[in-house]
């Protein structure tokens, strides 16, 4: 045997061996979470009438305390903080982000006010409520406006924040919360950008390797734990990850997702959830800025229900066992236990004496549920599982206080049925975004570009009709051709369509005293490059907006140019002339109309210097201004 074929052999040998360890040891992580899982099943009891294997706690998210807007936030907060805590008594406190708005008065540019922090501290602190919770608050990207990496980064955030946050900067990646029945852990996705700049190019989180190696590492330390949670300030449809599906291979691990940021779309949705593909839950908490929100979780024999409500509305009401067939998490939680429990279990809490809590399922009512213990949140009533063993059915709870009363309504199943969930929430939180965004300007561009290079190099490739299609097509078609024999339109219209997609379309001081360079990729900012998400759609918006509506307006009047020379139409051109000319102005006004807001929304947020220094955006803009107004002279 040479030495060559020895080598291969070896090298095959090794190959082989070295793929069978690694089969090896998945599945034996995989045969020990089955075999954990088994034994949380054995071992821990089902759903009783005692006040065992159960806990809650609570999120809020998009306080945003500011210094010119509303001090109901941060005094409502306090009162949350001194008055309701006490009676809900939970766990410990998720607050997901934008602790503070940071935007100047006139809501257009942003910066960080330390009174703004000062604020948030104070209400939290002088309520008392850290004596007796544990508060776990995460910055979001309002809290990342305007912060430099140079001098410290997150400074404010580190001294003010009521969380233990590590000197490096950030929260500790990884809380555990440990109870006589097991152990949950809860995971911080910290996504601001590093450097923050100002609004807007800050409304994406980025995960760069660096986090998602921290995160890798969270996850392999709470693997032995009964539910992993992940909470952060973005939802993961609006986190640019350093792949495709790189952050889910992470939530993956986990039960549920919970996030904020996008507060109600403008009240559009209440309730943003949904399932992603690989199995947990994502729930986006409504902000409290305008909508007083928060919510309370709870883990009962290891399964999860929640409820979203209303500061100040009570009795609040959280039905545990049987929980909501929405959010049931086959493989992550023990759902036969919902079976075989005996007793239906509701939390309810009020700051007023409860004076009773009626179930009914079905339209058929149960009874009145009576409370686990003395003072106890957790009301329980016995039930026959087996009645109820095939489809959905829908369980409602009545609880009334001295003072208001509550209903609660929520379907549940114990044969694996299932409630869909909204489509919107659904699309819009399975979506990668930054990379639709990205596909979308692509696609935009590449049209336009494709339009202009065809009308110039093959003119009868563009729109190939015949003539019994409407007359405007072909209108249009033979405008575009004459437009691209325009000697300097057609190339200078070509150059900053070109330029879009590669060249710095402005230069502003998106730091304090710091200037970056914006691109329809990305920003370069204090030596980072900041991945483009938001930019995208400001370059989509542009080329659909703007650079459409001039393109048809230069082809429309080169059309009608080059038409005017016929003696027919020499004839009929003081009679109809401006009613032919109409739709290509009004095209024209639509896109020069748009550009010029966004240049002001531009100028609002980052000065003078953007606009100047705008060789994308402005420019493009005053030069179609002269265009459309030379054009219109001839």
């Known amino acids: 045997m040479q030495i060559k074929d020895f080598i291969q052999i070896s090298t095959a040998i090794a190959i082989l061996v070295s793929g069978s360890i690694a089969v090896a040891k998945y599945y034996r992580e995989y045969a020990d979470d089955n075999e954990a899982q088994m034994l949380r099943e054995s071992t821990v009891p089902c759903p009783s009438s005692t006040e065992e294997n159960i806990f809650w706690f609570i999120q809020l998210s998009d306080i945003h305390v500011s210094r010119y807007y509303d001090p109901g936030r941060a005094r409502d907060l306090k009162t949350l903080c001194y008055a309701h805590l006490p009676f809900i008594d939970p766990a410990f406190v998720l607050?997901?982000?934008?602790?503070?708005?940071?935007?100047?008065?006139?809501?257009?540019?942003?910066?960080?006010?330390?009174?703004?922090?000062?604020?948030?501290?104070?209400?939290?602190?002088?309520?008392?409520?850290?004596?007796?919770?544990?508060?776990?608050?995460?910055?979001?990207?309002?809290?990342?406006?305007?912060?430099?990496?140079?001098?410290?980064?997150?400074?404010?955030?580190?001294?003010?924040?009521?969380?233990?946050?590590?000197?490096?900067?950030?929260?500790?990646?990884?809380?555990?919360?440990?109870?006589?029945?097991g152990n949950y852990s809860f995971v911080a996705v910290d996504a601001v950008p590093r450097p923050g700049p100002k609004r807007p190019f800050n409304f994406f989180g980025i995960l760069d390797e660096e986090r998602m190696v921290t995160l890798r590492q969270a996850v392999r330390e709470s693997r032995s734990s009964n539910h992993t949670v992940f909470y952060g300030h973005y939802p993961s449809a609006i986190i640019h990850q350093p792949y495709t599906g790189a952050l889910h291979e992470i939530l993956s691990g986990g039960t549920a997702y919970l996030s904020g940021h996008l507060h109600d779309l403008n009240g559009m949705f209440d309730h943003l959830y949904t399932q992603q593909r690989s199995g947990q839950l994502e729930l986006e908490l409504a902000d409290w800025k305008f909508n007083r929100r928060y919510r309370i979780l709870a883990f009962d024999h290891d399964l999860l229900s929640f409820t979203d409500v209303t500061f100040d509305q009570f009795p609040i009401i959280l039905v545990t066992n049987p929980k909501d067939a929405m959010f049931s998490v086959p493989g992550k939680e023990p759902l036969g236990r919902i079976a075989k429990s005996t007793h239906i279990r509701v939390l309810v809490f009020s700051p007023r004496v409860v004076n009773s809590v009626r179930v009914w399922i079905d339209g058929k009512p149960l009874g009145a549920a009576k409370p686990s213990a003395p003072m106890s949140h957790l009301y329980v009533l016995p039930w026959s599982p087996g009645q109820y063993a095939e489809g959905l059915h829908l369980i409602k709870v009545e609880a009334s206080d001295t003072r208001h009363t509550s209903i609660v309504s929520q379907a549940f199943a114990l044969d694996g049925s299932r409630v869909p969930f909204h489509w919107f929430p659904t699309a819009l939180l399975l979506t990668d975004m930054a990379l639709f965004l990205k596909s979308f300007f692509i696609a935009a561009w590449s049209f336009v570009l494709a339009l202009l290079l065809v009308s110039r190099c093959q003119p009868r490739l563009v729109f190939p009709l015949n003539g019994r299609q409407q007359m405007w097509f072909s209108e249009l078609r033979f405008g575009l051709c004459e437009f691209a024999k325009e000697p300097t339109l057609f190339p200078v219209f070509l150059t900053f369509h070109v330029y879009l997609a590669f060249g710095p379309c402005s230069i502003a001081e998106l730091l304090t005293d710091d200037y970056g360079f914006v691109f329809t990729h990305g920003v370069y900012l204090e030596g980072h490059y900041l991945p483009g998400s938001l930019t995208f759609l400001y370059g989509a918006s542009q080329v659909i907006l703007f650079h459409i509506p001039i393109l048809f307006f230069f082809a429309k009047m080169a059309s009608l140019k080059c038409r005017s020379r016929t003696s027919e139409q020499v004839a009929s051109k003081q009679s109809d002339g401006w009613c032919r000319k109409f739709p290509a102005f009004a095209f024209a006004m639509v896109g020069l109309l748009w550009q010029t807001l966004f240049c002001y929304f531009l100028f609002r947020a980052y000065g003078f210097v953007i606009i100047l220094l705008g060789p994308g955006q402005s420019w493009p803009l005053l030069l179609a201004y002269i265009g459309v107004v030379q054009v219109s002279r001839r």
Do not use: C
């Not at 776990?136 to 580190?158: A, Q």
């Open 95 to 181: 607050i997901t982000g934008d602790l503070t708005d940071a935007k100047t008065a006139d809501v257009h540019s942003s910066r960080q006010y330390m009174d703004e922090w000062k604020t948030y501290q104070a209400a939290i602190h002088s309520s008392g409520a850290l004596q007796h919770y544990k508060f776990m608050d995460l910055r979001g990207n309002h809290d990342g406006f305007d912060t430099p990496v140079k001098g410290g980064y997150e400074s404010i955030y580190r001294s003010h924040s009521v969380h233990n946050v590590k000197a490096q900067g950030g929260p500790a990646p990884l809380y555990t919360h440990r109870t006589p029945f």
